[in-house]
């Protein structure tokens, strides 16, 4: 399995899992561009489910051809801010999530409190 961390257009990036992350203090969500795309399914995923953002949390959606990626996982990341080590977590929560998918390509995209290169080396 390839993980790859992705800063622009994340509803473009083709691969067989997105994982997108969720904050418990987001007052705009990372995901605005995936959920716009999918027609509001992200958010409607996280109201019906009362998913939160709490750190480890994770909802895994079809996409039904609506953006590059096959599915879309909601990570939960809990509280800003992004550090390192952070990263390292959501890594390792991405690929489990994706593992059950049988996944080949994984792609983070990455929050807006992050940068990509340092997320790709953590």
């Known amino acids: 399995m390839r993980i790859t961390a992705q800063g622009r257009e994340?509803?473009?990036?083709?691969?067989?899992v997105l994982v997108v992350p969720l904050f418990l203090d987001a007052k705009k969500p990372?995901?605005?561009?995936?959920?716009?795309?999918?027609?509001?399914?992200?958010?409607?995923?996280?109201?019906?489910?009362?998913?939160?953002?709490?750190?480890g949390e994770v909802a895994v959606v079809r996409t039904a051809g609506m953006i590059g990626a096959g599915k879309a996982a909601l990570?939960?990341?809990?509280?800003?801010?992004?550090?390192?080590?952070?990263?390292?977590?959501?890594g390792s929560r991405a690929a489990m999530a994706a593992r059950g998918s049988r996944a080949k390509k994984v792609a983070l995209a990455v929050p807006e409190c992050a940068d990509a290169a340092a997320l790709a080396q953590a």
């Not at 994340?10 to 067989?16: L, N």
């Not at 990570?75 to 952070?86: N, S, Y």
């Open 10 to 16: 994340p509803d473009k990036i083709v691969c067989d």
């Open 30 to 55: 990372a995901f605005s561009a995936v959920d716009a795309a999918m027609g509001g399914l992200l958010s409607r995923v996280i109201a019906e489910e009362k998913f939160g953002g709490k750190e």
């Open 75 to 90: 990570l939960g990341c809990g509280a800003k801010p992004f550090a390192p080590a952070a990263a390292r977590r959501w």
